[in-house]
């Protein structure tokens, strides 16, 4: 936030008007403090401190968060007293993105990776996210009911965030399925797949996107 | 780094996503830098310059008595430059305790790295800073990342991916994965096969009971021209 640095009291014929104090002193101050909005690491932006930001009345603290440098992600995230814990809303920016490509097979009943694990998405920090998981299916029989879940950290995949496919007999279909998940901790979104265990199931051009809705800086 | 170091072995491509120490200890460099009296001082002058400047045009516009003007400069100039000074230094110091605070943070974080290479895109993985080993989430990851099977399959897709005839590309694929279900592993000379089809083939034998499956694959590969690995 800008500085706020009041002029002094001024004595008659004061050369040292509000116009110079303000040109002089605030300006160039914030200027050379770098004030303003600021692109954060993920760690700047846990080793923040004093934030303020209430809805409706004292406008909020806002960062850029470089969430990966590599790919020139950033979140531009707005601060908000009012929030229970995670109290930076997510204002925009692209979503964190893996993908799979390469054709692999799966026949276990239970989830498991593939030859090339993933796609997996790394969450900078704890928060709710969106979560949106697609994949394509080759069938090597009617139905072959395939699963496509992710693993949250150390928690195993389960059925209740997967994405189902299924199909006739040499379809290749595709879907795509999005889950709002809230109070994530910070962890690593590793997907995971299984099949009926009885027919062997062949998924390809498999990705993960996760969007934050609103996260927290320290943890 | 020996997972990094593995992983750019493969041809894989590996940057940094976040949580680099080396990235906070660039930024606490920069920000002593900025505190340090000398800078804070540089900096402080110049403030004083342009305000002297401003102040003087003022009193001129004022119509302030030329011999008054000196006084009436320097006493602003002085309350201004003592402002920035105090302002300045308190919040360059306030700046450095932020950065060291974050150098803290990110020791106590694995750096996150985003790998690409052929049948993938930006898959990311947690290394220990300490141990260049993956941490629990990513294990598994970078284990599969390293498997040399799925690494040359991997490059046998995205070669045939790369195809400039898809159909063609297609077929060969279908023959392979028909070699599979008939019990054949393939996949150790698969890589090879990406680029020189015919010597998989010749590598594979023929046993009678896949002779046919075989012949179509030859005759497929007879129509793929040599493929470029990738970059």
Redesign the interface.
């Known amino acids: 936030m800008p500085?706020s640095?009041p002029v002094?009291a001024r004595s008659p014929?004061?050369?040292?008007?509000s116009a110079?104090?303000n040109?002089?002193?605030k300006d160039?101050?914030n200027k050379?403090?770098d004030r303003g909005h600021r692109v954060l690491?993920?760690?700047?932006f846990?080793?923040?401190?004093g934030l303020e930001g209430t809805k409706g009345t004292v406008a909020p603290d806002e960062v850029y968060l470089?969430?990966?440098?590599?790919?020139g992600i950033q979140w531009h995230l707005a601060y908000e007293s009012g929030e229970t814990t995670y109290k930076w809303r997510y204002l925009g920016g692209p979503a964190?993105?893996?993908?799979?490509?390469?054709?692999?097979n799966v026949t276990s009943v239970t989830y498991v990776?593939?030859?090339?694990?993933?796609?997996?998405?790394?969450l900078?920090r704890g928060g709710d996210y969106d979560v949106e998981i697609r994949s394509g299916l080759t069938a090597s029989a009617r139905g072959n009911p395939t699963a496509h879940s992710y693993?949250i950290?150390?928690t195993g995949a389960v059925d209740g965030d997967c994405l189902w496919l299924g199909t006739g007999a040499f379809d290749t279909p595709a879907g795509v399925r999005t889950r709002r998940k809230t109070a994530l901790a910070t962890?690593?979104l590793?997907s995971k797949y299984r099949s009926d265990g009885v027919t062997a199931s062949?998924i390809h051009n498999r990705s993960m996107s996760v969007t934050p809705v609103r996260i927290r800086h320290d943890a | 780094m020996p997972s990094l170091d593995q992983l750019t072995a493969l041809g894989y491509s590996v940057?940094?996503?976040?949580?680099?120490t080396a990235?906070?200890q660039e930024?606490l460099a920069a920000a002593r830098d900025l505190a340090a009296p000398e800078r804070i001082e540089t900096?402080v002058q110049?403030?004083a310059d342009?305000?002297a400047l401003?102040?003087t045009a003022?009193?001129v516009q004022r119509g302030?008595d030329a011999a008054q003007i000196p006084g009436?400069?320097s006493?602003?100039v002085a309350?201004?430059t003592q402002?920035?000074l105090e302002?300045?230094t308190v919040?360059?110091n306030e700046?450095v305790a932020?950065?060291e605070?974050?150098?803290a943070?990110?020791k106590t974080?694995p750096t996150?790295?985003?790998v690409n290479g052929p049948?993938?895109?930006?898959?990311?993985?947690?290394i220990d800073d300490a141990t260049g080993n993956p941490?629990?989430?990513?294990t598994?990851?970078v284990?599969?990342?390293l498997?040399p099977?799925?690494h040359r399959?991997?490059l046998f897709?995205?070669n045939l991916?790369s195809h400039p005839k898809p159909e063609i590309a297609a077929e060969i694929f279908g023959y392979v994965?028909d070699l599979r279900e008939k019990g054949w592993t393939v996949a150790a000379e698969i890589a090879e096969g990406a680029t020189n089809p015919k010597a998989v083939i010749a590598a594979a034998g023929q046993p009678e009971t896949i002779a046919d499956t075989v012949a179509k694959l030859r005759d497929a590969a007879e129509k793929l021209p040599d493929l470029n690995p990738p970059a």
């Open positions: 500085v640095i002094p014929g004061d050369l040292l008007t110079l104090w040109a002089q002193v160039n101050i050379l403090l690491t993920v760690a700047q846990a080793a923040l401190t470089e969430v990966d440098s590599a790919n964190l993105y893996s993908e799979v490509v390469a054709q692999e990776a593939l030859a090339t694990a993933g796609p997996s998405v790394a900078p693993d950290g150390g962890a690593t590793t062949s | 940057g940094v996503a976040s949580g680099s990235a906070e930024a900096d110049t403030i342009k305000a401003d102040a003022l009193a302030i009436a400069v006493e602003a309350r201004i402002a920035a302002t300045i919040a360059r700046n932020f950065h605070r974050a150098l943070i990110a974080m996150t790295y985003v049948g993938f895109q930006n898959l990311y993985v947690d941490t629990a989430d990513s598994e990851m284990a599969a990342l498997d099977d799925a399959e991997r897709q995205h991916g994965q």
